[in-house]
């Protein structure tokens, strides 16, 4: 079973979004791998701040029918179509990586390019995976992470505990 690495984030009650996300993706694929949250501004468009993670599962559904799983959750969550590339959103979930896959599958070009040129994308796969290798540049992440120019690119962890405590 091949190794997905996923990016999620959200600006539009990102909490909210985000754990309902998590617990979609825990009841389809079980036990998941989680980095820490990060926040961080919008790029690319004035808004609110993004919560933004990476989170690795296993699975044996082929590429589009992952991509299809993740879109229905999106859309379980209010996420508009059709809108402009950058912009404000309930719900984003990326493919990243498909195991050791490199190339246009089902439509989903892997690895996913923003892995090397976001810093909210590439941060958080770094915790997560620190030795694990960029399928096309053969570098782990940790080190691609430590030659990215954060500076220009601010984030910092926050709390967002998951599954929430019952009370």
Known sequence: MPRVYL???SNIEPRRHLGAALDALAESFGSLLLSP???SPA????GDHFLNLVLGLDTEFPVGELARRLRAIEDANNRRRGTAKFCSRTLDIDILTYGDAVGVIDGVRL???EILRY???L???ADLAPEAEHPV???AYRQLAGE???VDQPLWPVAFPWPPAVR
């Open 123 to 125: 941060r958080p796969l």
């Open 43 to 46: 790029v690319g468009f004035e």
């Open 137 to 139: 540049v053969h570098r």
């Open 7 to 9: 990016s999620l984030g």
């Open 148 to 150: 990215l120019d954060f």
């Open 111 to 113: 690895p996913r390019e």
């Open 37 to 39: 949250v990060y926040e």
């Open 119 to 121: 810093a909210f994308v």
